[in-house]
């Protein structure tokens, strides 16, 4: 498996407060990505990294930030969490542009907004 | 949207059946590719599809692509119990940026 680790793995929290996730890869790959997946609506992309400090937005990104200050890390920040943002959280990563390269996906965080 | 669709969304068969997934997608791609999900896990790819091919293999797994239905299948023959789990198909968009778009999963459940 690649090395890929999200944490934390569950979140319960209150709406309105700040949640960070965290991604960290020991691969060593450029490019790095959180989606979000939903009963439905399978997986959406909320924000990519293409390199350090690199970063663009997803299908959807509103209400979402994310920092990328290493190579091995990817951070996703909800500044003030709503109850829609309840979702399982996944972090994936590529060695090259994603969509002619396979992703490799993390385990995933559950996080439940209250 | 550009998603993908795949069909059925449940299967269940019997461990030594072959079992078929679909997936119909909308717009102009480079390449489709095909995840496993198993419960509570992360995506692992299984295989990629180039526009320009119609058909690839993977040990017990068959991918099509008809480029002209927009449409793609994945046939895993001799099933086995270890088989089940959610499959998705993934699609470039004919922009050419960095995104995949998963379509809703069909869930496959294999019958000891």
């Known amino acids: 498996d690649a090395g890929i680790t999200q944490s934390p793995r569950h979140k319960v929290t209150e709406t309105g407060t700040p949640v960070t996730l965290r991604c960290h890869q020991t691969e060593n790959h450029r490019y790095m990505y959180w989606y979000r997946q939903d009963p439905g609506h399978g997986l959406r992309l909320i924000h990519y990294s293409y390199g350090v400090k690199d970063t663009d937005k997803g299908e959807v990104s509103d209400g979402y930030s994310v920092s990328r200050s290493k190579t091995e890390d990817f951070l996703l920040t909800l500044e003030s969490a709503t109850s829609s943002q309840t979702s399982v959280y996944f972090c994936?990563?590529?060695?090259?542009?994603?969509?002619?390269?396979?992703?490799?996906f993390g385990d995933g965080t559950r996080l439940s907004i209250l | 949207s550009q998603q993908g669709e795949e069909d059925p969304q449940a299967l269940s068969i019997q461990e030594g059946e072959n079992a078929t997934m679909n997936c119909s997608y909308k717009?102009?791609?480079?390449?489709l590719q095909w995840y496993r999900q198993n419960s509570g896990r992360g995506l692992v790819h299984l295989i990629l599809?180039?526009?320009?091919?119609r058909e690839k293999h993977s040990g017990r797994l068959r991918v099509t692509l008809d480029t002209s239905k927009k449409s793609s299948s994945l046939l895993i023959t001799a099933s086995r119990a270890a088989d089940t789990a959610s499959y998705f198909c993934?699609?470039?968009?004919?922009?050419?940026?960095?995104?995949?778009?998963f379509g809703t999963g069909t869930r496959l459940t294999v019958i000891p």
């Open positions: 599809i180039r526009s320009n091919e």
């Open positions: 994936a990563i590529s060695d090259s542009t994603g969509t002619n390269q396979p992703q490799h």
């Open positions: 993934a699609t470039d968009g004919e922009t050419g940026a960095n995104n995949l778009f």
């Open positions: 717009t102009s791609i480079n390449n």
